[in-house]
């Protein structure tokens, strides 16, 4: 029988020791006498301040001079007596603010929590490490006067319209259609992977599925102000070439990159080096070595034979070559112009030692021409911003510009012909704050000031096309975009101008932890 | 003109180790402890102007050039500077100057932040989660940073140690000889209303209540039917409107006739190149405002 009244025994004090420290864990003693104290001052502070007044009121009431400076007196005296009061409760408030807030250890009782069999728990960061991450939904609701052919009229330009992707992104920046569309929705993630890398990473989610649009690292700490980022990026030449969609001025590409590098601009794989010498003025140099992918400079295809075309049915094989295949340099320069405004001025130049084209329109496998050669493209670029010192974004203003040139220098494969295309683009845009959060646009573009094309010694030009936008954006918050934006474009196709207008409604948000914009 | 720029660039490149520190400040306030603390024995660079939202401004090329000579940056912090500080840092190819290294100094982790562990959640407005940021409104607080500044400047700068603690305890003596005649003047003001959350560490140091702000919530702009509310709720009360000069007026005039509440408009930050004296104004400035409410 006594082992029964062991267990219970045991049980109890088992409970108890269980009990025990939860008890120790509640408010300590002296905190207590603490509040206690301050609820004390409190209370006999209303009190005086009740007599105060009073008193203050029958200060003002007329009375016996003596009275009257008996009152004075006590009024004082009262009036001295609360400045105590507060200082004795100041006093107090400091010294309990400097206490931990958590429980204190009573000295000399240890309030360990359950010794008995060691704690299984873990000590750990839960998911404090995670990096910081954004989303940022893009909807837009369309229209056009051509049927929903506007992105494909572009596609088609005179001059431009030979070197289009063939089904190279699941996704496009330009081409929508009629009614609602759900844009790529960029998914970021940024943090510093140690005291030498941060890795930023944005994917861009489509309906179609995920695409890395830029993965890569940067170092953080390389003496003389040097910075190598590796991995996927957005090319630093150019103005716009770096921005994402979400931070355009317009729901659209501008013309001349959409044009001469594509939606996305220079997105590609490789290394970076940029520098910036200690100088009293802004000025970054850098250079990049990139893989060469981009369909419209840099187009790989790679060592693949087609059947021939000529009489002795030869076949037409394109060239092997290794990556990296594209090398870019940039400068940019800015000078001090003080709080309100700020200057850039850039100069990029990007060249490729393959660009190749297979042109198989009527697509029997069997293409018209298969072209091998070289791509290159030089820019300069301007960017001017001016912050007023109005509230919400009333009184900014940008102005930006960019000019770009490209030259393809391509053989056509199993003749002795070659083809050189020389083409450029230009964009000027600025937008204003007219009202707090509401922001005017306009933008003008322009792709074909130089539109030619020297096949086999026979040169062939052709037009400019042209397109005018305007775009109302409404800031709701920092996190938030609304923006109305109608386009006119007059574009070349087979030497007849088509015109199209379009209009966009556009809502852009952000949630989470997004990093500021670089400028 | 190239040989020139190349000459320049090697010239800057071979100054000797052995000159000034260079420290920049990310605002006014935190110049003003820069220069209490070290006076003229560093090259002082301010990055915003006291006329602009501290919240707002972009990262711009000259915030880098500034970066990427600075030995000590010196920050508010507390995610006030976050729409351009990292951005800034990010294109300052400055190791030396990055959060986590002795270069970089953030105010706000050097002491205890008020209105901190609220929920991070953006429908109520552009929220600081972490507390609230504008530190430099509450002087005893800035003494505390002056000190621990003084600190790092010292491990910067060991020949400098005396100066720098000379410093951060004047700053703190002229703080404290303050002190009394800020509270006494203010004490019996009934009542303030803000635009945003940026005056309230002097309030609570005044002990004076904030009856609302002018935004609906922070970083939103006034609408009618907020300022209806806020009238309808204090009519009858005394207090004073306060608002910072680049903060619009609409809101608070609309209020001060409204309520009959004297209205006060003043920059939120000394201005650039401010000494410690010139600081202390500053704040004597927001104190009448604080007090003009009784």
Do not use: C
């Amino acid at each position: 029988m006594k082992s029964p009244l062991l267990i219970v025994g045991a049980a109890v004090a088992l409970a108890f020791a269980l009990a025990f420290p939860v008890a120790a864990q509640g408010v300590p003693v002296d905190r207590k006498a603490l509040e206690e104290k301050v609820r004390a001052l409190e209370a006999k502070q209303e009190e005086t301040t009740k007599t105060l007044e009073t008193l203050k009121a029958s200060v003002g009431t007329p009375a016996p001079a003596a009275a009257h400076a008996e009152l004075q007196r006590q009024l004082e005296a009262i009036e001295k007596q609360q400045a105590e009061t507060r200082a004795a409760l100041e006093a107090i408030r400091k010294e309990m603010s400097q206490r931990p807030p958590g429980p204190i250890e009573a000295k000399g009782l240890s309030t360990k929590s359950f010794p008995l069999f060691g704690s299984s728990g873990q000590v750990t960061s839960g998911t404090a490490f995670n990096p910081s991450i954004s989303v940022i939904p893009d909807i837009v609701y369309y229209r056009d006067n051509v049927k929903g052919e506007a992105g494909e009229i572009v596609e088609e330009a005179d001059g431009f319209h030979g070197a289009h992707a063939e089904e190279e992104h699941g996704h496009e920046h330009g081409g929508m259609s009629q009614g609602f569309n759900l844009r790529e929705t960029e998914i970021a993630f940024s943090a510093s992977v140690d005291a030498y890398f941060d890795v930023f990473a944005l994917f861009a989610a489509s309906e179609e599925g995920l695409e890395a649009e830029e993965v890569y690292f940067q170092t953080r700490r390389l003496p003389g102000g040097f910075q190598i980022k590796g991995g996927k990026f957005l090319s630093g030449i150019g103005y716009a070439n770096a921005q994402h969609p979400h931070q355009w001025d317009f729901v659209d590409q501008n013309l001349a990159y959409e044009l001469l590098l594509g939606g996305h601009g220079l997105n590609e794989k490789g290394l970076q080096v940029n520098w910036i010498p200690k100088l009293p003025f802004y000025l970054r140099a850098g250079v990049e070595l990139l893989q060469g992918e981009n369909e419209k400079m840099s187009n790989y295809i790679g060592a693949e034979e087609f059947s021939g075309r000529t009489e002795a049915d030869e076949p037409r094989e394109l060239s092997y070559q290794s990556g990296p295949r594209l090398f870019t340099g940039f400068l940019k320069v800015g000078p001090n112009l003080g709080y309100a405004s700020a200057l850039q001025l850039g100069v990029s130049y990007a060249s490729s030692n393959t660009h190749q084209e297979v042109h198989d329109h009527d697509g029997d496998g069997n293409p018209e021409g298969v072209l091998d050669g070289t791509g290159e493209l030089w820019g300069v670029d301007l960017v001017y911003k001016y912050d007023s010192p109005r509230e919400y974004g009333a009184g900014d203003f940008v102005f930006q510009t960019e000019y770009l040139s490209r030259k393809r220098d391509l053989d056509i494969v199993g003749t002795p012909d070659t083809a050189v295309f020389k083409q450029d683009g230009a964009y000027f845009q600025a937008v204003y704050g007219v009202l707090p959060r509401l922001q005017l646009g306009a933008r003008y573009d322009l792709a074909g000031l130089t539109n030619e094309r020297v096949r086999a010694g026979v040169k062939t030009e052709y037009e400019t096309s042209k397109r005018w936008t305007g775009a109302l954006t409404f800031n709701p918050t920092e996190f938030s975009r609304i923006r109305a934006q109608y386009n006119r474009g007059e574009v070349f196709v087979g030497g007849e101008k088509e015109t199209y207008d379009q209009f966009f409604l556009q809502v852009q948000l952000s949630i989470g932890a997004h990093g500021a914009h670089k400028f | 003109m190239k040989k020139s720029l190349l000459a320049a660039a090697l010239l800057a490149a071979t100054v000797p180790a052995t000159a000034a520190l260079n420290v920049v400040a990310t605002t006014s306030s935190m110049g003003v402890l820069v220069k209490s603390v070290a006076g003229d024995s560093v090259k002082l660079t301010i990055l915003a102007p006291p006329d602009r939202d501290a919240h707002m401004l972009q990262a711009r090329p000259s915030m880098m050039v500034a970066l990427r000579n600075a030995d000590l940056l010196v920050s508010v912090g507390a995610e006030l500077e976050i729409g351009w500080l990292p951005a800034a840092l990010g294109g300052a190819n400055n190791g030396r100057v990055l959060p986590g290294t002795p270069g970089y100094f953030e105010a706000a982790a050097q002491i205890e932040l008020i209105e901190s562990g609220r929920a991070a959640d953006r429908s109520q407005g552009d929220v600081h989660p972490m507390g609230n940021p504008h530190v430099y409104m509450d002087p005893p607080r800035m003494a505390d940073i002056a000190e621990a500044l003084a600190g790092r400047l010292a491990s910067l700068d060991a020949a400098n140690a005396a100066k720098y603690q000379a410093g951060a305890a004047a700053f703190r003596k002229a703080v404290e000889s303050r002190l009394p005649g800020w509270k006494q003047k203010a004490s019996g003001a009934k009542g303030v209303l803000l635009f945003h959350k940026d005056v309230n560490y002097l309030t609570t140091l005044l002990d004076v209540p904030v009856l609302g702000y002018v935004e609906p919530l922070p970083g939103i702009p006034p609408t009618a039917a907020h300022l209806k509310e806020l009238t309808d709720r204090l009519k009858g009360q005394k207090g004073a409107v306060l608002y910072t000069s680049y903060q619009p007026g609409q809101g608070p005039d609309f209020l001060s006739r409204s309520l009959g509440w004297p209205k006060v408009r003043l920059p939120l930050e000394p201005a650039v190149g401010a000494s410690a004296e010139e600081y202390l104004k500053h704040i004597d400035q927001w104190v009448d405002g604080v007090a003009s409410g009784k």
